[in-house]
């Protein structure tokens, strides 16, 4: 069998922290990068006697995100502990949910170049995080840092039907930016606040059966997740082709060296012994308060996708990307305020803006570049003031100070050459300059049009009427060769 004749089962979970200001069960800070063990209390670092306290605005959350994701929001919920030891684990459990989670189902839909896939969900729900380990600052000792412990967070399951490493890197950046909008998680996968578990089997092509699964945890950017969960396949495809067998295991990838390495081995698999927390009510929620908040909800990446293609005539491609994040649909909607062209708006914002602002790593509503400025500049180069060339290097220095379009081109004298007589001069001088290539074009070489038009931009500085020239350039050359 070879390698092609194996398909790839791939299931994802995601675990999202929640953008609340306290953590999970008491009222310490979620900050990051505070100093360590410095925002922990008896509750969150286990003492004993001490009661948790739901925080209302994570359950919020979690509820908002199963609306957005099309999931059924259980009116009863119930958290469970999870137990096992570990040193960032002060109680020796997590709080989590398992029999009865808040968000049951649901789904998301991918935009690939084969056409939709929805990608069911298992579930949604609530639970704490865990603390730090620190390896790294002493050969000796290791530490630890419990600021993280009782972080809120979801964590989102999804079935397994994703089939390729693409599809798995794509479902996490449309996870990322419809979390981003609800304003739930900031989705910074640096910072660990969206982190992803892969679980990566392979079955032989028209099968139904599952193969056994390797758990890659831990992944935290979403090269990586393509990265890893592709090397996975790899490595279980040769395993079977020598005859192996794959082995169930949780594994960890290794960024330094592109490969996964084995964590611990079934047999080694923790039994996390759940039962429901005896310090914590069930959660019960009414639909009055399911429908409150889904009339919280902003517009979603999904439905703007939809307005933008039907209203503004737009490619699905130029859709997506201009919703993928909500300041820069925001920052596209206010340019088209003065009646401009979308597609003109889009080209620029998706050539030079996003050119601009990721060399100099800043997010767009830092930009001097306001939207009313952009739409200036296109009117310009629709009234021929500046050409299109000329106006990539006025939008730069827009980019750079802040300063109007009208004003660059003044300042600079860019303004552009519309006058056939003084084209017809430097069309002319051009020609004198390059005779033998002249003589070529007359001998049938005729792709030296664009030579010339290019010598006659050069000269006039990119200022000429493009337009112009290629009508002027044509008719001249043609001239001469008939003349001959």
């Not at 790899?234 to 060296?257: F, P, S, Y």
């Not at 062209?341 to 998706?350: C, E, I, L, R």
Request: hydrophobic letters at 35%.
């Amino acid at each position: 069998m070879s390698s092609s004749e194996f398909e790839a089962v791939i299931g994802l979970e995601i675990h999202a922290q929640l953008l609340t200001k306290t953590k999970m069960f008491c009222g310490c800070s979620t900050k990051f990068g505070s100093e360590p063990n410095s925002q922990t209390c008896p509750i969150c670092i286990g003492m004993p006697g001490v009661l948790p306290v739901m925080n209302k605005n994570a359950l919020e959350f979690v509820i908002k995100t199963g609306i957005a994701m099309n999931c059924t929001i259980a009116h009863f919920s119930r958290f469970a502990r999870k137990n096992y030891f570990y040193p960032d684990l002060p109680k020796g459990y997590q709080i989590s949910q398992y029999e009865l989670p808040i968000c049951q189902g649901g789904h998301l839909v991918l935009h690939t170049q084969d056409g939709e896939r929805v990608i069911g969900l298992t579930r949604i729900h609530m639970e704490e995080d865990a603390g730090k380990n620190i390896h790294d600052n002493s050969d000796k000792y290791s530490f630890v840092d419990l600021n993280r412990a009782g972080t809120p967070l979801m964590e989102i399951v999804t079935e397994p039907e994703i089939r390729t490493p693409a599809e798995a890197s794509m479902f996490m950046r449309k996870l990322r930016s419809i979390l981003r909008y609800l304003g739930v998680c900031d989705g910074n996968m640096e910072e660990g606040s969206l982190r992803c578990d892969a679980n990566v089997s392979i079955r032989a092509r028209g099968e139904l059966a599952l193969g056994v699964k390797a758990e890659i945890k831990n992944i935290n950017s979403f090269k990586f997740v393509e990265k890893a969960i592709e090397y996975e396949i790899g490595r279980q495809e040769r395993v079977l082709l020598d005859g192996g067998r794959i082995v169930q295991e949780t594994r960890l990838w290794d960024v330094a060296t592109g490969v996964t390495k084995s964590m611990r081995s079934k047999e080694e698999a923790h039994d996390y012994r759940y039962f429901p927390e005896p310090d914590l009510m069930p959660v019960v929620v009414s639909n009055e308060i399911i429908e409150t908040i889904r009339a919280t909800l902003p517009e979603l990446p999904e439905d703007k996708v939809k307005r933008y293609v039907e209203r503004y005539k737009l490619p699905l491609y130029d859709a997506e990307l201009l919703t993928n994040e909500q300041q820069t649909a925001k920052w596209f909607e206010e340019a088209l305020v003065n009646g401009v062209n979308p597609k003109a708006v889009s080209n620029w914002m998706m050539g030079e803006l996003m050119r601009l602002l990721n060399e100099n790593n800043l997010p767009i509503d830092k930009c001097k570049v306001s939207p009313v400025h952009l739409t200036e500049l296109i009117a310009l180069i629709d009234k021929g003031t500046i050409s299109g060339t000329i106006a990539k290097s006025v939008f730069e220095e827009m980019f750079n100070t802040g300063k109007r379009a009208e004003g660059i081109i003044k300042e600079k004298g860019l303004v552009q050459i519309s006058d056939e007589g003084s084209i017809d001069k430097i069309v002319e001088e051009v020609i004198q300059k390059n005779l033998k290539e002249v003589e070529r074009y007359k001998g049938g070489e005729v792709k030296l049009m664009g030579f010339f038009v290019g010598q006659v931009m050069k000269l006039s500085k990119g200022k000429a009427n493009p337009a112009m020239v290629n009508d002027i350039v044509k008719r001249k050359l043609d001239g001469k060769a008939t003349d001959e």
